[in-house]
């Protein structure tokens, strides 16, 4: 053989070693080919046919089904039956997973397989015998993550429970519109309004959308709705009572803007939680200029007194505030006891209804300021961060 035959076999031969390696695994010995984790069953997903609210004199049952996920949450079939339990005598399960309320309140359904379980929150109402007073509050959680919810507590402060948790997103106000028998919510992140049924709080749709970060909502004497925006170009909004845009009220921004209230002469104020003040226009929306530009620092929600006197709950100083007709300040109407105030409501007989954010309490107060009690208990039915506080006679 002659020379250049034989570097061409070395060539070849080198070739074929370096194929077989590559083939059998990495230079370092070990192999491509282990064969991949088998999935096992890791967890398990509960959906229900008819959502998660159950009503004594309506819908009072639902079906509740379960997937299967595996460690990669991939979706796989369930080897073994599913065993079904209520942790109370509120609402009981079959072995099929239908759900059935009993007594108004909360259950938790728990569904268990080869020693994976899941549970699901239900709550029960009966819409029938909802007459009284109650009091709604938006819970805005962990603000821009959530979990959010609406939840409703009977006159005394008591036996809460989840009225809405769907297509919520960092919910701001609560605003019921009995003649249509139903309830708005602003939600700050998604920029929308939404509608549910004022009874049983299940989702009827959009009332508006595309706003800057809708926060509190009133109906004005011209029965129009005014909405604010915490972003957007910050103006307040006006909307008639089926959602229709009106216009643009103001044309001054007003940064994070998140309290509404009128004197008695018609002028609008508007709080500025970006800018630590208090904004005044008149009844046709021009701009009087600042009515309080120190004091504060972090006003939300504002009300006045027969007597013109304005109160600004001060979310950042833990005091609600009171300030005269001029905007001069008068006292620490409420010096103590709150932490981050936030959303605000009246009884008939004057007592307030505030929010304590920082201690997720709701609290009472006299109309002259004095605390009562602490009227929904720290963290009472998932409290966490009371947003809004709605109080509603229902006949």
Known sequence: MNAPSIIQSKKVITYLLFALIFSCGSSDGSSDDTP????????????????????????????????????????????????????????????????????????TITASSGGVSSTYAITIINSSSQSGTFVYVSDAASFNTGPWQILRYDENGQNGTVFIDENLAWPQDILFMETDEEVLISNLNSGEITKYNASTGAPTGNFASGIGGPTRMKIGADNLLYVLQWAGNGFVLRYQLDGTFVDEFTDVAISRSIGLAWDSSGNLYVSSFGDKTVRKFDPEGNDLGLFISAGLAGPTDIWFDEKNNLFVNDWSGNKVVQFNAAGEYVTDFVASGLNQPEGVDFFPNGDILIGSGGTSEIKMYGANGVFIKDFVTAGAAGLKQPNAVRIRQID
């Open 36 to 107: 991949a984790p088998t999935p096992a069953l890791t967890s398990l997903q509960i959906t229900s046919s008819n959502g998660n609210q159950l009503d004594l004199s309506g819908t009072n049952s639902t079906t509740l089904n379960v997937t299967g996920k595996d460690q990669f949450g991939a979706t796989i079939p369930i080897a073994g039956s599913i065993s079904w339990s209520s942790n109370n005598s509120n609402a009981t399960v079959t072995n099929s997973g239908v759900v059935t309320g009993k007594n108004t309140g909360n259950s």
